[in-house]
C-alpha cells in the first residue's frame, strides 16, 4: 500500500485551514499576521517554497523610501500626477506601518535621510526646479516641512530627503516571521505550492493536499505560475556589495538615473544595484542569476562616478525577483469565492509590503 496519511494526522497536522496564505515574504507574512489579529481563533498557514523567503524580501536593497523626485517625474510623464501623490502617501504610511509594527531597533532602522544624486549638473538643472512643487506636496500629503533640499556630495549634485532611510530586510524578515510564528500560526518551509483547485485545494510539490476556506497567492514575481493570465510579470534585480573600504564618504541611500540605479553603505562597504533598464526583456524573468551587462555597468559607475578607481573587490552579490503590474499599483482582489490574490509590489515592498498585506487580510476577513 502506498504512503497515506494516518487518522491522527488528518485530525491534527492536516485539519482544514481557515486561511492559506501562499509565499511567506512581507507581503504573505504581514497577510497572516493581520487576519490572525482580526481572526484570532482562525487557523492559518503560510507555505513558503524556500527554506528561506525566496523571492525579494530578503534578498533587496534595504531602502525605506519614497522615490526620488527624478523617479516621480518619469512616472508623471506616463501617468496622472494624483496617481504619484497616492503613491508616494501610501509609500510613506506603509513604512511608518512598518516601523511601528515590528520597532525601529528590531528592523535595523537608521534614519540617515535619501539622497538623488546626479552625475552632471545638465540633469541635475532639470529636476533641481521641481523641488519645491514636491516640497509643496509633501506638505499637502504627509504635513512635513522643507522635506527636499539640494545640495553637494563629493563636488556632486545632490537632492536630499530628510525623511528617507536604511534598514535591514533580513532583520525586518526574521522579526515578522518569529511574529507571525508567535500568533499559532503555522510557517511551513520547503512547501512548494503546485496548485490550488477553486475549492481550495491547495497541493504541496511531494507533500499532502491541504484544505483552506480561503487562499491567498502572495507569491509576486513567481504568482503568474499559478495565476498566468494576471498582469504581473516577473522583474530580477542585481545587487552587489564590495569589499569594507577605508574610507567610504556615501552615507544614506541613493538614488540614481530615475531610480534605476540605486546605491548605500553598509558600514564601510557599498551595496550597489540596479540598472536593469539596460536589458529590461532579458530582465523580466523569474530565473536568479546574474547579467554580465548590467553587472559590468554597476561596475564601471562605482570605478568612475564613485571614484573607488580600479583598487576594489565585491565581497556578495546576488538577485532577487520582484513582480511588475503594468501600472505599478498591486493587485489586491478577490478571484473567486475561496481564492484571492495580492502581488506585483512593483519594486516597493519594503515600503508598501506590510500595507498592502494588511489590506488584504481585511478583503479576505470581509469576504
Ligand atoms: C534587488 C532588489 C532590490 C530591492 N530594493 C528595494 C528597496 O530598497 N526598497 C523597496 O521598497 N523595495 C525593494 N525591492 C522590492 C521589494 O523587495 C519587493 O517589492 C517585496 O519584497 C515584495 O514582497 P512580496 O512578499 O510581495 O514578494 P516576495 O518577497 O518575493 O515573496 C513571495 C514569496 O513567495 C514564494 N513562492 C513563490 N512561488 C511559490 C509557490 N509556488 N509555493 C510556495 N511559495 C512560493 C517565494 O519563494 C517568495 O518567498 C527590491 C527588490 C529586489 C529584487
Known sequence: MSYSASFWEKDSFLKPY??????????????????????PSDRVAVLERGFLPQGASTRNAGFACVGSIGEHLADMSKESEENIKVRIKRRYEGLELLKETLGE????????????????????????????????????????????????????????????GALHPGKMMEELAGKVSGMGIDIKWNSRVNEVSDSGEVTIANGPILKAQKVLFAANGFVQRLLPDLDINPARGF?????????????????????YIYFRNIG????????????????????????????????????????????????????????????????????????????????????????????????????
Open 18 to 39: 481557515d486561511l492559506i496564505v501562499i509565499g511567506a515574504g512581507i507581503v504573505g507574512l504581514s497577510s497572516a499576521l493581520f487576519y490572525k489579529r482580526k481572526n
Open 105 to 164: 531597533a528590531a528592523i535595523g532602522y537608521d534614519d540617515c535621510g535619501g539622497f538623488e544624486f546626479f552625475r552632471s549638473e545638465d540633469t541635475f538643472n532639470k529636476v533641481a526646479p521641481e523641488v519645491d512643487r514636491f516640497n509643496r506636496w509633501m506638505k499637502e500629503l504627509i504635513e512635513e516641512d522643507e522635506v527636499y533640499s539640494t545640495g553637494q556630495m563629493q563636488g556632486y549634485p545632490i537632492i536630499r530627503n530628510r525623511l528617507e
Open 268 to 367: 564601510n562597504r557599498l551595496l550597489i544595484g540596479g540598472a536593469r533598464n539596460l536589458d529590461k526583456d532579458g530582465e523580466q524573468t523569474d530565473q536568479f542569476g546574474a547579467n554580465e551587462t548590467i553587472k559590468s555597468h554597476l561596475q564601471e559607475f562605482v570605478s568612475e562616478a564613485l571614484e573607488f578607481g580600479r583598487d576594489w573587490g565585491i565581497d556578495y552579490e546576488w538577485s532577487g525577483i520582484m513582480g511588475f503590474t503594468s501600472t505599478k499599483t498591486p493587485i489586491v482582489k478577490q478571484l473567486d469565492k475561496h481564492r484571492f490574490v495580492a502581488a506585483g509590489l512593483s519594486g516597493m515592498g519594503i515600503a508598501i509590503g506590510m500595507e498592502v498585506g494588511q489590506g488584504a487580510s481585511e478583503m479576505i476577513t470581509a469576504a
Open 239 to 259: 545587487v552587489m556589495v564590495t569589499n569594507e573600504q577605508r574610507h567610504l564618504p556615501w552615507k544614506g541611500i541613493f538614488h540614481h538615473d530615475r531610480g
